[in-house]
């Protein structure tokens, strides 16, 4: 991935795991029956304002762990994957991409990153005993979710490129056609047109390349009659001066 879409990823990462944690604690609190626990700081709170309370504090903290999350997976996992498979990124990047790259895009780096993530947050919260469920169950439902989006993905392509290719269908209703009987049709007769021909138009010649270019700099066109009759006149001035010379000369 290029280096400017990381950033992008990541913030798009972390408002999409910020919003489903506040809507799966919401609707959680909100179908729910009973009360929370006696212990619980919210169990005096009501209903009403216990289920924005708890959203918006399970969505901070799905928003804080999706940043954590999408951060070591883009500026860290991948990176490391990249180098180790030692893949020509010019030649990957020509390559065509297939339904199968897309199917398993970004699975590997999803469970990496989804175990070590887990792993220390099961490891902050019961300690290293909670390290290898948290990293299985971070692993699993993590690839899930991520086989989820590119399978999403993959579906969205197929859906465009079908209506892209769909042609439209001829009408199936043969009422609804008209034959060309059924068409009026108005030919105007011999007399509406005028017999004289119309006025042809002498046709200019076309201008050459050069041509139009001394058109735009200002420099008219000069024909060969006009060009012979300078060159004349040009003639008699010269022989003038050289008789002027020549009689000059004689004087002298």
């Not at 910020?18 to 619980?40: F, I, K, W």
């Not at 056609?177 to 047109?193: E, K, Q, R, W």
């Amino acid at each position: 991935m290029s280096e400017s879409l990381k950033p992008y990823t990541v913030a798009k990462g972390t408002i999409a795991s910020s919003v489903a944690g506040g809507l799966l604690t919401a609707s959680y609190e909100a179908t729910r029956r009973r009360d929370p626990h006696p212990n619980s700081p919210v169990h005096n709170i009501s209903l009403r304002r216990r289920i924005p309370l708890l959203a918006s504090s399970a969505a901070l903290n799905s928003g804080i762990i999706g940043f954590v999350f999408f951060s070591v997976r883009e500026y860290l996992v991948t990176p490391c994957l990249q180098s180790a498979q030692n893949h020509d990124r010019s030649t990957y990047s020509q390559r065509p991409l297939s339904w199968s790259d897309m199917r398993t895009h970004k699975l590997v780096d999803t469970a990496c990153t989804a175990s070590i993530v887990g792993g220390a947050l099961n490891a902050w919260k019961r300690g290293v005993v909670g390290v290898p469920s948290g990293m299985f169950t971070a692993t699993l439902l993590c690839t899930f979710l991520q086989f989820v989006v590119n399978e999403a993905s993959i579906s969205r392509v197929k859906f465009v490129s079908r209506r892209s290719t769909v042609q439209p269908n001829p009408p199936s209703n043969p009422s609804s056609t008209l034959s060309a009987s059924d068409v009026p049709l108005n030919i105007p007769s011999s007399t509406d047109f005028d017999e004289t021909p119309p006025p042809t138009l002498p046709q200019q010649p076309r201008m050459t390349f050069g041509q139009r270019l001394a058109s735009l700099l200002g420099v008219k066109p000069v024909s060969d009659e006009e060009y012979l009759e300078k060159l004349k006149r040009e003639r008699q001035m010269h022989q003038r001066r050289i008789d002027e010379l020549e009689r000059d000369s004689k004087d002298e």
